[in-house]
């Protein structure tokens, strides 16, 4: 019960927090603010999160887990093109889906120098995720070319899509979009079939 009333604050001022930046603007929005908003006090706010920032950095952390999450249940004789699109697709979706709220986020992301750098740093990581997620489905090493080459563009198709569509202002269809970027990254991902060496 204690941790269902944690993650529901959580939650609660982790939606309070970016809708009020995503709003306002990073740089204009104060951690009082954001426990105003969230109706809880700036000792609770602490509690959760360290600083602004650590808001944008945990739901990134989610998105990057919810990636890997969906790459290592897909089929394993499934094409590396298809694993990699059903992976990517699960935060792109989520943009699609709540366009009122994922739109602002995503801009005030893209727009605000200190988070694109945090967004940058996730984005590395979430393609070492992948590599090892990757190179277990296809038995090979995370050393291998392979890996790391198509966890790598799958991202950059990701980051790619992001940028168009916050710049259409959410008008442009971010599942077609990304269907588009998979369209042409798809054969060099397919071509070796993941074997791929650096040997």
């Known amino acids: 019960m204690a941790e269902r009333k944690r993650q529901l604050v959580a939650h609660e001022l982790t939606e309070a927090a970016l809708q009020l930046l995503a709003r306002e603007g990073f740089d204009a929005v104060t951690i009082d603010e954001i426990a105003t908003t969230a109706g809880v006090s700036k000792r609770t706010f602490f509690r959760y999160f360290a600083s602004k920032e650590d808001v944008v950095v945990q739901l990134l952390a989610d998105l990057g887990a919810g990636m890997r999450t969906e790459l290592a249940a897909r089929p394993t004789d499934e094409r590396p093109s298809a694993a990699l699109l059903a992976a990517v697709r699960v935060p792109i979706a989520a943009c699609g889906d709540h366009v009122d709220r994922a739109l602002g986020v995503v801009q005030l992301i893209l727009r605000t120098p200190a988070l694109l750098g945090r967004f940058l740093e996730r984005q590395a990581q979430w393609r070492e995720e992948l590599t090892r997620e990757l190179a277990d489905r296809l038995g090979l090493a995370d050393a291998e070319l392979y890996p790391r080459l198509a966890a790598g563009m799958a991202l950059?198709?990701?980051?790619?899509?992001?940028?168009?569509?916050?710049?259409?202002?959410?008008?442009e269809d971010p599942i077609a979009l990304l269907d588009d970027a998979f369209a042409v990254i798809a054969p060099a991902l397919d071509a070796t079939d993941g074997h791929a060496s650096t040997n």
Do not use: E
């Open 156 to 171: 950059t198709a990701f980051d790619a899509v992001l940028h168009r569509w916050s710049a259409s202002d959410g008008r």
